[in-house]
């Protein structure tokens, strides 16, 4: 998700492959000569100097492949040159910092613009392996019976070991109507399980509504660019119905703008309410976001559903609603994403997403890789998924009702 603040951009950044697609955009912005960020992360229009620094050696490597590689046809310099740029970032380490070429970082504004097509999975790379952290709604992904856990083992066949989430995700997108066969290892399962799926054009409802004995459950698929603006229905949809409870369902929400997220979260709090805060490597610029002013749903009871798909954004809602006990959380523990990247182009068209800060909850908790346990633990069966019950809105329900 994206925050501006002090000149900056910052964005809590999850994967969403629709296309592949977003694998680290759950939320969708393009390039905008007007504005300096799109969504997951900050775009920098302004392009970075160059420095002194050179990679020892290389030289010298080129020169031996000039001479003696059999391939002559396979010394791509600019292939090799980028190949190089990707494993020096690489190097640090963090699965989240990346660097993505010229074409690659096409593709990916691209589909921040909404223009995507893949298997509709929220992906995330933890202790080098490619996790999925969910699939979405009515998505080739959610069809085929993917679900927050599921390791992605190979990709057509081939393994995934010492792939990048980057490169996953580039095996993974592909054209509307094309096969892809993913081989995936599941917790519970003794041996890998293998799914076909056909990419599909993957739409997505940032909010969906629902009224039902005088509870409007509210689910949120993304924090996307419009979000805010559609929950000032919402908002208004509640003022004149005036409902005993309100369910906010980030179930299997993978993040997206980070303004987005508290500007809603706002809408429930009290002026001055924390809400998050954001610490860089510089303890100067730690940043407390709260609410700006009184939200106009502060006195509705509030229920927020989670999964082990709810991750980035998603969480700070949950967080935030928690920690200031401002409503119950009911579900599964959240993925666990805690970090803070920004975009950056750099002057040969690619672009660097840059882990830049950390996030941390109203009572100062940061959730990476643990994330946030439910109130109250209510876990979805497999037997009821399979005839469509939805055990966790289920308990939501019955929760306000009492």
């Known amino acids: ?163 990048s989430l980057q490169d996953a995700v580039k095996k993974i ?56 603006k559609e929950f000032d229905n919402v908002v208004q949809k509640a003022l004149l119905e005036k409902p005993r409870g309100m369910i906010i369902d980030v179930r299997g929400n993978g993040g997206g703008f980070l303004d987005s997220s508290v500007d809603i979260i706002g809408e429930f709090m009290k002026k001055g309410t924390m809400i998050s805060r954001i610490k860089s490597r510089d303890p100067k610029d730690t940043e407390d976001m709260a609410a700006k002013q009184d939200g106009r749903l502060t006195d509705i009871p509030v229920v927020v559903l989670i999964d082990g798909g709810s991750a980035s954004a998603s969480e700070i809602l949950a967080g935030a609603f928690q920690d200031t006990k401002r409503g119950i959380l009911i579900g599964e523990t959240s993925f666990g994403k805690g970090s803070v990247q920004e975009l950056s182009k750099i002057r040969n068209g690619g672009l660097i997403r840059t882990t830049i800060a950390k996030w941390y909850t109203p009572n100062d908790q940061n959730i990476d890789q643990t994330g946030i346990k439910p109130d109250i633990e209510v876990k979805q069966k497999d037997e009821d998924s399979k005839v469509k019950k939805d055990t966790q809105l289920e308990a939501a329900f019955d929760y306000l009702k009492k």
């Not at 490597?61 to 000039?66: E, R, T």
């Not at 292939?79 to 740029?85: H, P, T, V």
């Not at 298997?119 to 995330?124: C, K, R």
């Not at 952290?133 to 190979?154: C, E, M, N, Q």
């Open 1 to 163: 998700m994206i925050h501006n603040t002090k000149n900056r951009n910052y964005a809590l950044i999850p994967v969403l492959i629709l296309t592949f697609a977003l694998g680290y955009y759950s939320a969708k912005l393009g390039p905008n000569s007007n504005s300096p960020s799109i969504i997951t992360g900050a775009y920098q229009q302004s392009q970075t100097e160059p420095s002194n620094i050179s990679i020892p050696y290389i030289d010298d490597v080129y020169k031996i492949l000039q001479e003696k590689y059999i391939d002559t046809d396979k010394l791509k310099l600019e292939d090799m040159q980028n190949s190089a740029l990707k494993g020096f970032v690489r190097g640090i380490g963090d699965p989240y910092t990346a660097y993505m070429p010229p074409e690659e970082s096409k593709e990916f504004e691209i589909d921040l613009d909404g223009e995507l097509e893949g298997i509709g999975a929220v992906l995330e790379q933890r202790n080098d392996m490619i996790v999925v952290v969910s699939a979405v709604k009515d998505s080739p992904a959610k069809k085929a019976g993917l679900v927050s856990g599921d390791v992605v083992y190979k990709i057509d066949g081939v393994s995934t070991a010492k792939t």
């Open 173 to 228: 997108r592909g054209k509307k109507g094309t096969e892809l066969k993913l081989t995936l290892l599941r917790k519970g399962e003794p041996k890998p399980v293998e799914v076909t799926l056909i990419r599909d054009a993957i739409h997505i409802d940032s909010i969906e509504t629902e009224s039902r004995n005088g509870i409007l459950h509210v689910t949120i698929n993304q924090f996307g660019q419009s979000t805010k």
